[in-house]
Nanobody
Framework: QVQLVESGGGLVQAGGSLRLSCAAS?????????MAWFRQAPGKEREFVAA????????HYADSVKGRFTISRDNAKNTMYLQMNSLKPEDTAVYYC?????????????????WGQGTQVTVSS
């Protein structure tokens, strides 16, 4: 099992910055292949924001946040971060962190995704 706890959300004016954290724990977390941030605005579907490979550190971003958000991780602390700069009102959402653990079998593959409870980010205009 993996437990994920997000923090760092809040209210900020447009153009401001916030840094989100996601602290991970659990006996299977060491098998995490990748972690990601997703967000969900009121009345909209949950959407991908950014992802990071847990061992190699390679990153990937949604076009809407590229150049403004930076995802990073501290392996020693089992913590992932999302630095959000130049925030816009359309970034307002609940932000969730996700951990993906692969399961390899004989000729088969599956994965288990774990989610945090989310942290609210509100950007005022």
């Amino acid at each position: 099992q993996v437990q994920l706890v997000e923090s760092g959300g809040g209210l900020v004016q447009a153009g401001g910055s916030l840094r989100l954290s996601c602290a991970a724990s659990g006996r299977t977390f060491s098998r995490t292949a990748a972690m990601a941030w997703f967000r969900q605005a009121p009345g909209k579907e949950r959407e991908f924001v950014a992802a990071i490979q847990w061992s190699g550190g390679s990153t990937h971003y949604a076009d809407s946040v590229k150049g403004r958000f930076t995802i990073s991780r501290d392996n020693a602390k089992n913590t992932m971060y999302l630095q959000m700069n130049s925030l816009k009102p359309e970034d307002t959402a609940v932000y969730y962190c996700q951990s993906t653990i692969p399961e390899y079998g004989s000729g088969s593959y599956s994965h288990t995704d774990y989610w945090g409870q989310g942290t609210q980010v509100t950007v005022s205009s």
